[in-house]
T-cell receptor, first 114, second 114 residues
Framework: DQQVKQNSPSLSVQEGRISILNCDYT??????FLWYKKYPAEGPTFLIS?????DKNEDGRFTVFLNKSAKHLSLHIVPSQPGDSAVYFC?????????????FGEGTQLTVNP | DGGITQSPKYLFRKEGQNVTLSCEQN?????MYWYRQDPGQGLRLIYY???????QKGDIAEGYSVSREKKESFPLTVTSAQKNPTAFYLC?????????????FGSGTRLTVV
């Protein structure tokens, strides 16, 4: 039972354009959502998060949008840079019952071409 | 310089042998986690611990065991009962009650059964 799904295993964009990574979830109890970035043979690093009381959170080139009614969130990277090439994981937490325990999606491999 | 350390980076095990993966953190985090990464399956939770001397099974605990005798340390033992142990193992830590801050991950241990 995959509660957090990233349906696109890979995405390729040109440098300077927008990258949009999508994530869907099924558990309506999820209150917090996070994005992580992972390079090969390294641990993931925290990128940006959003609480369910918001629909948008921005940090520099990275913006996360949350649509609770559709149980969908997306990560926008503008402008995309070659150094952004990595696997991006979406994660979610239902704080009331599990504190900071996170459920991760399968990941999307982003490739930014120069 | 605070962080989370996993060792070794690469580990080879013969079938039928138990092996222990080390995870140490000096971030004063209460919670620690073990995840397993397989291609196309994202990060799956094996065990987690909110406090010393207490831990809970995650989604794929069969064939694994853990201990939490010290706040800083959360070793994972992969037993011979684990049917498909070859994978990339990630340890993480976090403040338990601050889900929006996410996890700090170690750099991982790649375990190969030979």
């Amino acid at each position: 039972d995959q509660q957090v799904k990233q349906n696109s295993p890979s995405l390729s964009v040109q440098e300077g354009r927008i990258s949009i990574l999508n994530c869907d979830y099924t558990n309506s109890m999820f209150d917090y959502f996070l994005w992580y970035k992972k390079y090969p043979a390294e641990g993931p690093t925290f990128l940006i998060s959003i609480s369910s009381i918001k629909d948008k959170n921005e940090d520099g080139r990275f913006t996360v949008f949350l649509n609770k009614s559709a149980k969908h969130l997306s990560l926008h990277i503008v402008p995309s840079q070659p150094g952004d090439s990595a696997v991006y994981f979406c994660a979610a937490s239902e704080k009331e019952t599990s504190g900071s325990r996170l459920t991760f999606g399968e990941g999307t491999q982003l490739t930014v071409n120069p | 310089d605070g962080g989370i350390t996993q060792s070794p980076k690469y580990l080879f095990r013969k079938e039928g042998q138990n092996v222990t993966l080390s995870c140490e953190q000096n971030l004063n985090h209460d919670a620690m986690y073990w995840y397993r990464q397989d291609p196309g399956q994202g990060l799956r939770l094996i065990y987690y611990s909110q406090i010393v001397n207490d831990f809970q099974k995650g989604d794929i605990a069969e064939g694994y065991s853990v201990s939490r005798e010290k706040k800083e340390s959360f070793p994972l033992t992969v037993t011979s009962a684990q049917k498909n142990p070859t994978a990339f193992y990630l340890c993480a830590s976090s403040p338990w009650d601050r889900p929006l801050y996410g996890y700090t991950f170690g750099s991982g241990t790649r375990l190969t059964v030979v």
